[in-house]
């Protein structure tokens, strides 16, 4: 009995002994097998990824969605890489070219990422005085899926979906072509759905069903962010064509689902008509040569100036064809924000946005003028603008001080009386 203990217990040892030679080696086949050629598996997905984006002759349509709230629509950037560096235009401005570096990072899928300065490509993310936490953009991007014509990604810090798209042809045409949809693009749709179109948040919104969709231009027409069933199909992409204001899908299996479109009306002005030189009329008597400078990345005008330390920002409406002009941040003295405030000369002073010019073409396309006029008179019946900074005395009480620096004034001063009118200039 004895014997057969010991018989017993050597074999409950030799088996253990067994058991954790088993474990010892299933340890390290699992570490064969998950370890080191997962590190091997992303390297050569993070090399594939290169070689894909360099592979391109003409290079690459990044179509682009910045801001958790997508506030701002889609932009599609044009993108040529090299083994370092990625030359950047973006298809909603003419003539743009910005080169900077770029690289693969590792965060449980390969990164591609944007982390050496481009104007362009970090116009979502740059912060401003008036903006301290920029407009929502980013600069880094997982990949999700890659073949030879697409690459998937989404933002680190959005999640919001992005997409490069191989080029068939050269970048200048398809801005040129891009500029040309959005330049002519219609204010509302019919046929199988109606909706309407908003430019400043490219977005358009479906009657009865309550549905608003972020797009991007392309050089066809538009891209939606995500596909809607429209009459029994699932729709994304559609072409425009200005002479006929129509928008037709391009979606395999969908091409001849077609929507009207309404264009803007001819008694109002178009988006990229303001374009220009003018003379600034103020004071009755006063002028300033200012430049409206078309900025579709967000829907509005800037006006340039006045002064090398700042510019007005203009929003454009486009139903009524009107730009508005109201209070905003316009910079920083040491520190300390300057703000465009309206006012009247009875002495009420406004920095809410509500308390805004509405700048209004008077109809004569041969001698065009664009009069000022205060877009809620019943709240602010403004006539005036200047710049201001906001301090605060002994007893907590906020106060405007006129900004005296020489470098932010008009014709020496920071006081804009009786703004009249812009006037445009033809030579």
């Not at 998950?34 to 390297?43: G, Y």
């Not at 693969?104 to 944007?114: A, E, H, R, Y």
């Not at 810090?157 to 040309?180: C, E, F, W």
């Not at 710049?387 to 106060?399: K, M, S, V």
Request: net charge negative.
């Amino acid at each position: 009995m004895k014997d057969k203990k010991i018989i017993r217990t050597s074999a409950l040892f030799a088996t253990l002994c067994l058991l954790c030679t088993l474990c010892t080696s299933c340890f390290k086949s699992q570490e064969d097998l998950f370890d080191e050629p997962a590190s091997i598996r992303m390297q050569q997905n993070m090399e594939r990824v290169y070689a894909v984006l360099r592979s391109a002759e003409y290079g690459w349509e990044f179509e682009y969605y910045p801001g958790a709230d997508l506030a701002y629509g889609g932009v599609v950037y044009l993108m040529k890489f090299d083994s370092l560096t990625v030359d950047v235009q973006c298809s909603l401005i003419a003539d743009s070219v910005e080169t900077s570096y770029y690289r693969m990072t590792n965060d449980n899928g390969p990164v591609l990422t944007f982390d050496t300065y481009n104007g362009l490509l970090h116009y979502f993310s740059t912060p401003s005085s008036s903006e301290y936490e920029a407009k929502g953009g980013e600069f880094e991007f997982v990949v999700r899926e890659i073949n030879e014509d697409e690459v998937l990604l989404y933002g680190k810090k959005t999640h919001n979906t992005a997409y490069l798209r191989r080029l068939k042809s050269d970048p200048a045409d398809y801005v040129q072509r891009t500029i040309a949809n959005y330049d002519n693009f219609v204010q509302s749709f019919s046929g199988i759905v109606e909706g309407s179109v908003d430019l400043s948040s490219r977005s358009i919104s479906l009657m009865g069903d309550s549905i608003h969709i972020p797009f991007a231009f392309t050089d066809q027409g538009i891209h939606l962010y995500y596909p809607v069933p429209i009459s029994g199909h699932r729709v994304q992409a559609f072409a425009f064509d200005a002479e006929s204001n129509t928008l037709t899908c391009i979606d395999e299996g969908a091409e001849g689902l077609s929507l009207q479109g309404t264009p803007v009306e001819s008694s109002v002005m178009r988006f990229n008509q303001y374009e220009g030189r003018y003379n600034l009329r103020y004071n009755n008597g006063s002028s300033a040569v200012v430049i409206l400078v078309p900025n579709r990345l967000e829907g509005n005008y800037r006006l340039t100036g006045l002064s090398p330390k700042y510019q007005l920002v203009l929003n454009y409406d486009v139903v009524s064809g009107d730009l508005t002009l109201g209070p905003q941040i316009v910079g920083d003295i040491d520190g300390v924000s300057v703000y465009l405030a309206t006012y009247n000369t009875a002495g009420n002073v406004w920095i809410n946005e509500a308390c805004s010019f509405t700048i209004h073409w008077n109809g004569n396309k041969f001698y065009p003028a664009y009069r000022f006029s205060p877009t809620n008179p019943s709240v602010a019946n403004c006539n005036s603008m200047m710049l201001i900074t906001l301090y605060e005395d002994a007893d907590g009480g906020l106060h405007a001080a006129i900004v005296d620096r020489g470098e932010w004034q008009t014709n020496g001063s920071a006081v804009f009386l009786y703004l009249s009118q812009l006037s445009k200039i033809f030579n």
